[in-house]
């Protein structure tokens, strides 16, 4: 079912040809992921998404300079917004703050696909690490800096970081707090593509039109195998595949898929 676009503070949504382009837009703050809405944007935007079932890529970008410069540092030197009170006060802001951002993106049922323009830094890198596919720009630059600041990644970026690039090249740039360029990124399996900076949402985009004229419901229970298989053991993992195929042989555009594939092979 076709679902109204949300309306966001923060962000502006587009939705072309199954394609769902998300752009933080506040580049007055380098697109800050505190002190900011792009938090509610990006929450509202994933239980959207799941609703639309003409949607079947979100592809998140930067407007302006950067990606994202993560928590507003300057909110954090006043103890003021996301960073007052005390631990417990804190603490809970955070589980009702950015917390919120991870646990929506995970249970997004289609693929994410960052386009990463920019700086992506502390918050900002780690929710490029919660899409799928990412593709950066020469003038992108990532950095796992909390510890720089005396703090730990809060909202689950040693989590994600090293399912992307495994534990040791995660806990040495978090621990280092060293802020990396696009090549270096590429190099540690980071980002997938690394293109002119001219060229990123044409990169992106050919990446998401690709997938978006899969089938859909396939590309969905497709995406959900993907994020449920390093957590099951096979057995129960091929038990799950055998009822997702179940519903994928019953389902139309099964069959018009094997049509038009017939019909390439007699041409």
């Known amino acids: 079912m076709s679902q109204t676009l ?12 199954r394609v769902a382009t998300l752009t933080l837009n506040r580049h007055d703050v380098r697109n800050a992921l505190t002190g900011t809405a792009l ?3 990006i929450v509202a935007t994933a239980a959207w998404i799941n609703r639309a079932d003409d949607v ?5 970008t930067g407007a302006g ?19 007052a009170g ?4 804190v603490a809970e802001r955070y589980r009702r703050g950015i917390q919120r951002m991870p646990l929506a993106l995970s249970e997004v049922d289609v693929p994410i696909i ?8 502390g918050a900002g890198f780690d929710l490029v690490n919660m899409a799928d596919l990412r593709i950066a720009s020469r003038q992108a630059r990532f950095g796992e800096t909390f510890l720089n600041l005396g703090i730990i990644p809060g909202d689950g970026g040693a989590w994600f970081l090293q399912r992307q690039i495994g534990y040791q090249r995660a806990f040495e740039l978090t ?4 802020v990396i360029d696009a090549q ?4 540690y399996g980071v980002v997938l593509e690394v293109v002119e900076h001219e060229a990123l949402m044409e990169a992106a985009m050919a990446h998401a039109t690709r997938i978006a004229a899969q089938p859909p419901k396939a590309t969905r229970l497709t995406k959900r195998l993907m994020k449920m298989a390093p957590d099951m053991e096979l057995k129960a993992f091929l038990d799950v595949c055998a009822a997702f195929q179940g519903m994928c042989h019953n389902e139309p555009e099964h069959l018009e898929a094997v049509q038009h594939m017939l019909a390439r092979m007699k041409t």
């Open 6 to 17: 949300p309306v966001l503070t923060d962000a502006t949504l587009t939705l072309d040809k």
């Open 39 to 41: 938090v509610d944007d």
């Open 56 to 60: 079947s890529v979100l592809l998140i």
């Open 65 to 83: 300079s950067a990606f994202s410069a993560g928590g507003n540092v300057k909110d954090m030197a006043r103890r003021d917004g996301d960073f």
């Open 86 to 89: 005390d631990v417990a006060e």
């Open 114 to 121: 960052a386009a990463v323009n920019g700086p992506a830094i």
């Open 175 to 178: 621990l280092s707090g060293r």
């Open 184 to 187: 270096e990124a590429l190099d």
